[in-house]
């Protein structure tokens, strides 16, 4: 199946290499293009593409504010947002993970980089740059100091407590299941089930709700006892 991908980016040299770059690759293709953040949330309303690549820095609205125009909404479009951004730590990125998008990709990545981007976020099974994003997800857990992560424990089974910190930590269904020794369709079973309980669309969006809810403290595992274990 071919994955469809709408640019929305207000410099059209950058939307016309981005296009090259993807049009240029089997199973890809480009079906719009937004010059700023009003044109692109219109565009993914009418177009529906499985990938919007969003700039974070655009006029009338930026990527923030688009992707929190869509993914906020009463009826959301399938369509899953890849920020891309300047800078590794952007203030900007931090609230588009809030707001609902599913990664993040620096514009200084390779072509190779980009296709990836795109296809590991159309699929939903990864996260991008797991180094980068945990420090990002560090920062929006220092924003919660007073969450103890309770609320998800109370909410999930103790197994599935345990594959949420590892999917926190960027962790794929096959590690997870070599760590605790689950077979991989299990791993995701119970990664299904943590998305349907948290009401998440993809794994970043559990991972960003581990580190608000203070299941998961910056540089560390855990806030704090939980109920991980043998269960589930």
Do not use: C
């Amino acid at each position: 199946m071919t994955t469809t991908v709408l640019i929305a980016d207000d410099q059209a040299l950058v939307r016309s290499g981005l296009r090259a770059i993807i049009e240029s690759e089997p199973g890809l293709a480009v079906v719009g293009e937004a010059a700023d953040g009003a044109g692109a949330v219109e565009a993914v309303r009418r177009l529906r593409p499985d990938v919007a690549l969003m700039d974070i820095r655009m006029p009338h609205l930026d990527g923030v504010a688009a992707t929190r125009a869509l993914l906020g909404s009463r009826t959301p479009p399938p369509t899953r947002v890849l920020i891309l951004t300047t800078f590794h730590l952007d203030e900007y990125v931090t609230e588009a993970l809030r707001a609902g998008a599913s990664g993040f990709l620096l514009k200084d990545a390779t072509a190779d980089q980009l296709v990836e981007a795109v296809r590991v976020i159309a699929s939903g099974e990864a996260m991008l740059s797991p180094a980068v994003t945990r420090r990002l997800l560090d920062r929006m857990a220092d924003d919660r100091p007073e969450a103890d992560g309770r609320e998800l424990r109370d909410l999930l089974s103790p197994r599935e407590v345990d594959v949420l910190l590892m999917v926190a930590r960027g962790s794929s269904n096959a590690e997870i299941g070599a760590a605790l020794q689950l077979a991989e369709s299990t791993v995701k079973s119970h990664v299904q089930s943590i998305l349907g309980k948290l009401g998440v669309r993809d794994r970043l969006q559990a991972a960003v709700a581990a580190y608000d809810s203070g299941l998961v403290r910056p540089r560390n595992r855990w806030a704090g006892p939980g109920r991980g274990g043998s269960g589930g």
